[in-house]
């Protein structure tokens, strides 16, 4: 069963841009989350989609949004990129039931912001 | 608010046994989960605890006290490939997964 992917894996972008970044889950996973990574923060929760529906959110501003498909592939978009945007964005699926709690985490895409 | 700590950093020989410690504040509580990270991978999943007590998974052990917000992961039989980051999170309300900075492990010779 091929596992999390995410693309793409580097991205380099400057201050003010917007970016897409993309996860495609385990085949048959309805939950994505996706999480920021930082050598100050450490892993930080951004949302969660299950079902095309955001079921949870963190505590970061609305320049940070995303989306699900029907096939649960997810994007998370990044507008009005500021330096402090770079890091390591990682998503991660679950079957996304009740009882439902192991999370697999794709590779992540590495962002910089310059 | 909602806080999680573990110690920054440890080192242990191969061979050893080795305890890292997490205590957690949130807000609800559905569970903890052990991540390990290996420099410049995605975190892997290794333990969940639920109910108090420990859960024993090969060298691999984890134990949850609830009443005292706490739990440690304890491995066996270190080995060098045991070297990685390793972060404790906490299911919260809403199902919201909260994570610690993470422990970075150093397995000597």
């Known amino acids: 069963k091929a596992g999390v992917t995410q693309t793409p894996r580097y991205l380099i972008k400057t201050r003010g841009q917007q970016v897409t970044l993309s996860c495609s889950p385990i085949s048959g996973h309805r939950s994505v989350s996706w999480y920021q990574q930082t050598p100050g923060q450490g892993l930080q929760f951004l949302f969660e989609y299950f079902s095309e529906t955001q079921r949870n959110k963190g505590n970061f501003p609305g320049r940070f949004s995303g989306r699900q498909f029907s096939n649960s592939r997810s994007e998370m978009n990044v507008s009005t990129l500021e330096l402090g945007d770079s890091a390591l964005y990682l998503c991660?699926?679950?079957?996304?039931?009740?009882?439902?709690?192991?999370?697999?985490f794709g590779p992540g895409t590495r962002l910089t912001v310059t | 608010g909602q806080n999680i700590d573990q110690p920054t950093e440890m080192t242990a020989t191969e061979g050893a046994i080795v305890q890292i410690n997490c205590t957690y504040q949130?807000?609800?509580?559905?569970?903890l989960f052990w991540y390990q990270q290996h420099a410049g991978e995605a975190p892997t999943f290794l333990s969940y605890?639920?109910?108090?007590g420990l859960e024993e998974k090969g060298r691999f052990s984890s134990f949850l006290s609830r009443s005292k917000g706490y739990s440690y992961l304890l491995l066996k039989e270190l080995q060098m490939k045991d070297s990685a980051s390793y972060l404790c999170a906490v299911r919260g309300q809403g199902g919201k997964l909260i994570f610690g900075q993470g422990t970075e492990l150093s397995v000597k010779p």
């Open positions: 605890n639920v109910l108090d």
């Open positions: 991660a699926s679950s079957l996304g039931g009740v009882s439902s709690y192991e999370q697999y």
């Open positions: 949130t807000s609800g509580f559905n569970g």
